[in-house]
């Protein structure tokens, strides 16, 4: 990837996202799981699904809204297993056989998600599939023509 962790810091739209997801590679994102392991008392399984425990991997791959848009994306992000066991290993596996340019999609499309579920949560407002896609495609975008 071509962020600097300046450029994350510098910046509070794109890379302040950008960031969210390299700090997802840590586990800190604040998902139920996380929340539960921090003594907050909650109860771990996703809120939008309720099939599976709330972690970061889930929230962002394996969860049936997040899979829903990555099956719009085009190329290896469309074709992978939705299941992961933990979110390094998935980044370990999308690194090994994304493209450079698929390599830019997946933190973009991550983040994205990661705020429609959130305003899912918050608002009860759900985003359909295809305009998650649309805004990450969007935001793409916008960072390809200032870099
Ligand atoms: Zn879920």
Redesign the pocket.
Known sequence: MRFSMWCCWSFDGLFGGLLKVVKACSDILPTRTNLCQRKIPLDP????????D?MVA??LW?????RNVWAMVAGNLQKRCSAAEDFYSLVRELMSVLTTKEVEVWPIVSWVIWNARNRYLCDRKQTHPSNILLGAMTLLQEYQRLN
């Open positions: 399984a996703c809120a939008v699904c309720n099939q599976h709330e889930h929230a394996g969860c049936p809204m997040a």
